[in-house]
């Protein structure tokens, strides 16, 4: 007997069909899925371990990479040591013979005293014709110790043996020293005799000089050099520099605390300093006893990357660095008298040692530069020769 279906049930028969096709094809699609995750996968494990291989080849490649350039920066390190060496062992040659040199510099000086007899105001400072050396060379390099703070002075008194420490850039008690042997002996720089001065000091520019201190304080919106007799503790003397503060900018780009840098030589007391006119320093020759500025030069030496300075005999050397810290340079070399250029000059290099000079301090008597360096006391002794007059 043959049973028919009724249209309820023809429906429902034909839903569930429906739904029985669809759960078939999601059954499909999901192991298509799965079969897609597990490529998936199997691929992402590979990625990673071609990845880390190659970041194993890196890290040696980086590995080699860091032996070589230390053994680079050894060589480097060896080359400049010999260049050092080799600076301080081959003097510059002359462009005359010695014969023609001497009498060059005869009739020179005798040019010199006649012309001075006239006026010195058109032919220079008188003093010249006693001072005509020039640096030839960094003969030596003493490091004695590292006190006190990263900027600073250490200077001696061409005329004693007593050695003086400005610590730091803005302070009121300098310390002094019997000797640089007492000074190098010293555990401290509170280890020496403190002289409490009568006001503080700006920047790392100042000097000492036939038994006094000299230095410049920022008061009442000016500078002023302030003159201090050493044996009696007293203030003697005082001025107001004669440039407007708000017209006065740092003399040394990469020390940018001193506003006026003090040099004692053979010839006298030297102020270095620089204005917004000009973007290189100037100079001013300084009565040591009135501090009354007797004459002023543009060096034409430029006051960007310039550290520190010296004057030696009437002559500025500017020692040029790089903000970070390289090898130190004499670039720019000015004579007051017009005796030497930067051309006859010979290119001085400073040993790379910290940083870069906070000050460079000349001493007539030894023919020795008194250096402070990132806080490091040094001592450059110098090869001198005899001007060639032009």
């Known amino acids: 007997m043959e049973l028919k279906l009724t249209s309820g049930q023809y429906y429902y028969q034909g839903l569930m069909d429906y739904l029985e096709n669809r759960f078939i094809a999601i059954e499909d699609r999901m192991l298509v899925w799965h079969e897609q995750a597990n490529r998936y996968n199997a691929e992402l494990k590979d990625f990673k371990k071609q990845t880390a291989k190659f970041i194993d080849t890196l890290n040696q490649e980086h590995s080699n ?3 070589e350039l230390g053994g680079t920066g050894v060589r480097a390190d060896r080359v400049e040591r010999e260049l050092d060496y080799i600076e301080t062992q081959n003097l510059a040659r002359p462009c005359v013979t010695q014969a023609d040199r001497m009498v060059d510099m005869d009739q020179g000086l005798k040019m010199v005293n006649e012309r001075t007899k006239g006026g010195e105001e058109n032919y220079g400072y008188s003093g010249v014709a006693d001072c005509v050396n020039i640096i030839s060379s960094i003969q030596s390099m003493k490091i004695l110790k590292k006190m006190g703070s990263p900027k600073g002075l250490w200077t001696k ?12 850039t803005s302070e009121d008690t300098l310390y002094q020293f019997s000797s640089v042997l007492d000074f190098s002996g010293s555990s401290g720089v509170g280890r020496g005799r403190p002289i409490r001065l009568p006001s503080r000091w700006t920047g790392s520019g100042g000097a000492v000089f036939n038994g006094y201190a000299y230095y410049v304080t920022d008061g009442n919106g000016e500078l002023q050099l302030i003159k201090y007799d050493l044996a009696n503790g007293t203030m003697t003397d005082s001025a107001v520099f004669p440039v407007e503060l708000a017209n006065q900018r740092p003399v040394y780009s990469l020390n940018p605390e001193t506003a006026v840098d003090l040099a ?6 030297w102020a270095l300093y620089a204005t ?3 973007e290189s320093i100037n100079l001013a020759k300084m009565d040591p006893d009135s501090l009354d500025t007797e004459k002023t030069w543009d060096t034409q030496c430029p006051r960007e990357n310039a550290e520190a300075a010296f004057v030696v005999c009437g002559t500025v050397y500017v020692v040029y660095n790089t903000r970070v810290a390289s090898r130190s340079r004499v670039q720019c070399v000015f004579d007051v008298n017009d005796m030497v250029t930067n051309e006859e000059a010979p290119l001085l290099y400073f040993p790379r040692r910290f940083g870069a000079h906070s000050s460079l301090k000349y001493n007539p008597q030894e023919e020795q530069i008194y250096a402070w360096d990132d806080g490091y006391q040094i001592l450059y002794k110098l090869s001198m020769k005899r001007k060639l007059l032009v």
């Open 264 to 269: 004692a030589d053979n010839l006298g007391l």
């Open 276 to 278: 917004r006119e000009s």
């Open 157 to 168: 008194d061409a005329r004693s043996s007593q050695v003086y420490v400005f610590n730091g």
């Open 65 to 67: 990479l860091r032996q």
